[in-house]
T-cell receptor
Framework: QQQVKQSPQSLIVQKGGISIINCAYENTAFDYFPWYQQFPGKGPALLIA?????SEKKEGRFTISFNKSAKQFSLHIMDSQPGDSATYFCAANKAAGNKLTFGGGTRVLVKP | EPEVTQTPSHQVTQMGQEVILRCVPI?????FYWYRQILGQKVEFLVS????????KSEIFDDQFSVERPDGSNFTLKIRSTKLEDSAMYFC?????????????FGPGTRLTVL
């Protein structure tokens, strides 16, 4: 019940295209859903996060869509750039301060 | 911008040896975490620490593991007798007080290689 499932495992997109990564969770007690970006050899860095009381959050080229009834959320990267090439992890936790449960990760490659 | 730092960046050890991984969390943060990432796999929670005690630990965090905040700034993870399967990237993370954003900020990691 603690799992977060992420798809696809990898994604290739042309520069300027849209990258879409999907996650599904099981535990309805989760109340915070961050996305992390990780470059090789680096730690995960927070990209954008959402709470279940809103259905969408946009920050620059990055948008999270959240569907509470389906227990799904997704990351959209608009106008993808080569510098966006990284591994993206969705995550979830319940209650402030609690452990993060991560999805399996999506390796995104943006071709110039 | 304040950041979480970790040392060493890479640690090589022999099976059965003890290792201590060190972290300096962001200075005004109160919640501390260790996660690990086996090569090519997802990030897994190990332990959380608040108010000088463990608040939660995973099944991975067995008796071979311990954490300590020895001096009010450092946060350490000790593995008492390393096994081959402990080879992974270990990330420290920290978070501010309740009422502040829930974001956990991650350090750059320590790559542990057990031979």
């Amino acid at each position: 019940q603690q799992q977060v499932k992420q798809s696809p495992q990898s994604l290739i997109v042309q520069k300027g295209g849209i990258s879409i990564i999907n996650c599904a969770y099981e535990n309805t007690a989760f109340d915070y859903f961050p996305w992390y970006q990780q470059f090789p050899g680096k730690g995960p860095a927070l990209l954008i996060a959402i709470r279940p009381d809103v259905s969408e959050k946009k920050e620059g080229r990055f948008t999270i869509s959240f569907n509470k009834s389906a227990k799904q959320f997704s990351l959209h990267i608009m106008d993808s750039q080569p510098g966006d090439s990284a591994t993206y992890f969705c995550a979830a936790n319940k209650a402030a301060g609690n452990k993060l449960t991560f999805g399996g990760g999506t390796r995104v490659l943006v071709k110039p | 911008e304040p950041e979480v730092t970790q040392t060493p960046s890479h640690q090589v050890t022999q099976m059965g040896q003890e290792v201590i991984l060190r972290c300096v969390p962001i200075s005004n943060h109160l919640y501390f975490y260790w996660y690990r990432q086996i090569l090519g796999q997802k990030v897994e929670f190990l332990v959380s620490f608040y108010n000088n005690e463990i608040s939660e630990k995973s099944e991975i965090f067995d008796d071979q593991f311990s954490v300590e905040r020895p001096d009010g700034s450092n946060f350490t993870l000790k593995i008492r007798s390393t096994k081959l399967e402990d080879s992974a990237m270990y990330f420290c993370a920290s978070r501010g007080a309740i009422g502040v954003a829930d974001t956990q900020y991650f350090g750059p990691g320590t790559r542990l290689t057990v031979l």
